[in-house]
């Protein structure tokens, strides 16, 4: 047979990350086990993978690292079968990796603009791989403003916190964390939902691309709140989670309309949803 | 049903090499000089199918005693095959879940591995060959669409299902024209005709005193390929049945105009009154998975692992997009939530999605989802009612 | 020209509609080859309504999911009727939910013979009513060996169990069409755990149909509808009347009967037979 699209190749779990309070998100720093894999792989923020145990399956992730990290990065809730075993594992572990899938965030469109990034709660990973991409000094002239508005339950839900109060400092990007109860807690410093937060920094649409992940419920309060501030719907780009098994669009599972999330996204510009059933 | 490799007597008294039955090889259009249909009596006909049996799996529809019904087995020889009265779909009914389950198993091994061997994962031997006979032209058309959808898209994002097309290029499709339809037939709705030869390697007509056997691709040619020549009396009378055929389905749909009014559907601000349709339309379904997984384009999979004392393999089964959990994230969100969105998604589908996926409608008239839904659903009247309720 | 039953469903549906008795009638209107589940909501409809002996579906499976509409009329059969008990003794449904036409039957047809569940039927006519149409139907009555004939022995009734299942495509058809298999998420779609495979290799069929045929203990009615839908012509009543055989011979109950009845697998009693706990 010819390279076949469903199997997975070997990495190994280097590092494991508790990321929050509950300890049910975790990150897996991942390495390849084959110098050719490595070699091999190429991938643009905003793709995801597979990860694969097996005898127990596999899920879709998006990954959370830059390309320019060493290692990839994977930041995983405890929800179902899978992720229950994934959490599991130690470093050392070895376990299978397919992919990258997917489109992107549309970096030619970002390429001279602004860049608004809403994110809520554990749907952070590939805005971070965004940001950091963008941060990387080679990078960061090509873009203009960028303003970050990312938003958790509570203090102990943010995920990377020591890297967030790093990136507060930059002088070069304006990074709002809020949460929607502060509890008392000295940092963040904002209280709110990541809609409300989005309408008080109030980016300026003009010349700007929004990317926007989060929560069902986060994403139908966000697009009325970027309409007001003056982003048309082909410049608010969504990032979907939508169920699936295959990531080739093969499966069936991640359709919306006659547009399989797995291919023809995960990526959708608001304007493009507007065409599709509310099926995500 | 015999066992593999049981009475294979027949096959060693052929008069080796002389005929080229071969089996495999390129699905291409068959070449000019290839092309003449030919004719092969009955005898012409079990020789034929004794020599493949000696070679490769051979499929025909026999009647199953437990279901009462006709479906493809695997045979050893050719007096299990009953080709005759299998043109006349209305007496003895449709072919349950194969074709498409020959080629797209409802279970099939994707990886074996060992837990102690974590990341060694082995692929199954390929698939062997064979050769189906009495493929309906519905199925036929099925099988092609399916080649379509698994096949590799240009823009490298969807690779070629390997799986698929393992057992793809090592099936051979030997179709039966439909002399009578059954009244639950409607291919000629949807593109087809009950003597299309769209997916298939030859085309079988019976002239009820020997088969007409048109040959379509390479492969199928190399079936024929010496056999006598048939006549232009033998011709006329293919023509005369399958204009017959033809007139017998009198279901049409303007299946243009179908996309049309299900594509404004699509648009997620003001589908309000066509929500109403789809819930007044999918009230008597259940939601069970009869229609999808005897719908021959249907093709939605899940993927499993199992593991039993130390051996495991990972699996795809067939799934239903029909079933709450086909969509359900594991957060519990479930993007469609509602049985009336299930219903449509299928309907969608059939007459709108796959045509902007793959340029092709995904429905070939087969009539499988009409006679099995338990609660009498008929697609026929499902797109009558769109085509009435909806705005163009 | 309708048949009389057919003219009084219609005449009482479009009464029931119009006086906002109901704001829905579930019956059945003519399909193609059988009837098929109909859901009336305007008078003028009523006359779509049907009653003869394609009218095979339990109609008592849709029910939870249109009470919440308001008062649902519903056309029943004995069977039909039984399942509406079940309902209100599982609390799935409260009896001023319906507004029960009752109608005796003589069977129901399957590719134009009698269905195998109405050749054993001994409740043809409603348990439970508003209103009962037309004469009362005669039960054919006939006991009939559960699967695997009862004589057999365990070893062939073990064969003839493995023979059917494996057959079994997992398209549930069967639990669809149950007015009994209610439940939100089934045992075999859980996946934390997953008690059953999803593949269709014989031990996941076996455990999946073991399973159901055992939660339907007590609570089968015997009306044949999962036989019926089955794309693949599992003898599910067989497997289902051996249960319910079972449970008449152990707590001598019969599902479906009487409203204020519990189902036995819900109660406990002292006197109950547990020689089977060591």
Known sequence: ?280 | ?392 | MPNDVTAVIQRRARELLSSGQVVMLLGYRPGRSSAQPAFITRPEDASLLVFDQSCGPNLAAFLPKVKHLGRIGVVAKGCDSRSIVLLLQEHQLRREDVFILGVGCNGVLQDSRLSDSCQTCQFPNPVIYDELIGEPAAASGQLKAAGGQQSADSGQRWQWFKNEVSRCIRCYACRQVCPSCYCPICFVDTTMPSWVGRTTRLSDNMLFHIIRALHMAGRCVECGACSRACPMAIDLMSLNRKVSQIVKERFGHIAGLRAEEKPPLTVFDPDDRQEFII
């Open chain 2, 1 to 392: 049903m015999k066992a593999k490799g049981e009475r294979r007597k027949t096959a060693g008294g052929m008069r080796k090499g002389s005929r080229r039955s071969a089996v495999g090889g390129q699905r291409k259009a068959v070449s000019s000089e290839r092309s003449a249909p030919r004719i092969l009596t009955r005898a012409e006909f079990d020789r034929l199918i004794d020599e493949l049996v000696a070679k490769c799996a051979v499929y025909a529809p026999v009647a199953v005693e437990e279901t009462g019904k006709l479906e493809f087995r695997r045979i050893g020889s050719s007096s299990e095959v009953k080709l005759e009265g299998l043109a006349d779909v209305g007496v003895v009914g449709q072919l349950g879940l194969r074709p498409k389950e020959l080629l797209f198993p409802q279970c099939e091994v994707l990886f074996h591995f060992s837990p102690s061997e974590p990341g060694r994962m082995v692929e199954p031997e390929p698939p062997q060959e064979q050769v189906l006979f009495g493929v309906r032209p519905c199925d036929g058309a099925a099988v092609a669409f399916l080649d379509r959808f698994f096949s590799g898209r240009s823009d490298s994002s969807a690779p070629s299902d390997i799986y698929y097309r393992a057992r793809r290029e090592r099936t051979t499709l030997v179709g039966l024209a439909c002399n009578r339809p059954a009244d639950t037939c409607f291919c000629r709705a949807v593109g087809g005709s009950p003597s299309g030869t769209t997916g298939l390697d030859l085309l079988l007509t019976d002239l009820s005193d020997g088969f007409l056997a048109e040959p379509v691709t390479e492969k199928g040619a190399a079936l024929v390929a010496d056999m006598p020549v048939a006549s232009q009396a033998d011709m006329e009378k293919k023509q005369r049945l399958a204009e017959n055929a033809g007139q017998a389905i009198t279901t049409t749909i303007d299946t243009a105009s179908l996309k049309r009014r299900l594509d404004r559907t699509l648009v997620s601000e003001g589908s309000g009154p066509a929500d109403a349709v789809w819930q007044a339309l999918s009230l008597p379904c259940v939601n069970c998975g009869v229609c999808t997984f005897l719908c021959p384009t249907c093709r939605c999979f899940d993927v499993t692992d199992e593991e039993f004392r130390g051996r495991g393999r990972r699996m795809r089964v067939w799934d239903s997009c029909q079933f709450t959990l086909y969509s359900r994230h594991a957060s519990g969100h479930n993007p469609r939530a509602t049985p009336h969105s299930r219903f449509r998604n299928r309907v969608m589908d059939k007459f709108s999605y796959t045509v902007a996926m793959v340029g092709e409608l995904s429905c070939v008239g087969c009539g499988r989802c009409i006679s099995a839904c338990p609660n009498g659903i008929d697609i026929r009247e499902t797109v009558e009612t769109l085509l009435k309720m909806l705005p163009e």
């Open chain 1, 1 to 280: 047979m010819t390279a076949n699209p469903y199997r997975p190749i070997p990495v190994r779990i280097e590092q494991v990350t508790i990321e929050n309070e509950a300890r049910d998100l975790k990150s897996f720093e991942l390495s390849f086990v084959n110098e050719e894999h490595r070699k091999g792989w190429h991938f643009v923020p905003g793709q995801f993978a597979f990860l694969s145990i097996a005898g127990v399956g596999e899920a879709p992730f998006g990954i959370a690292s830059a390309p320019s990290e060493p290692l990839l990065r994977f930041t995983v809730k405890r929800i179902g079968t899978f992720t229950t075993a994934l959490h599991e594992l130690d470093r050392g572990s070895i376990i299978g990796l397919r992919g990258p899938y997917g489109n992107s965030y549309p970096w030619d469109l970002m390429t001279g603009r602004d860049v608004v990034i809403v994110s809520g709660g554990f749907s952070f990973t590939t805005l971070r791989a965004t940001l950091v991409h963008i941060l990387q000094p080679e990078n960061r002239p090509g873009f203009g403003d960028v303003t970050v508005i990312y938003g958790a339950r509570s203090p102990g839900e943010l995920l990377y916190k020591e890297e967030l109060k790093e990136l507060e400092k930059r002088p070069d990007l304006r990074l709002v964390i809020c949460v929607d109860r502060l509890n008392g807690a000295d940092w963040p410093k904002t209280e709110g939902l990541v809609p409300n937060v989005l309408r008080q920094v109030a980016p300026a649409a003009t010349n700007a691309v929004a990317l926007v992940c989060g929560p069902p419920v986060m994403i139908r309060f966000t697009h009325p709140v970027l309409k007001e501030l003056g982003f048309s719907p082909d410049r608010v780009f969504l990032s979907l989670e939508n169920r699936m098994k295959c990531g080739i669009g093969k499966c069936g599972h991640c359709n919306i309309g006659p547009k399989f999330v797995c291919k023809d996204g995960p990526v959708f510009s608001y304007q493009e949803l507007l065409t599709l059933p509310q099926e995500y």
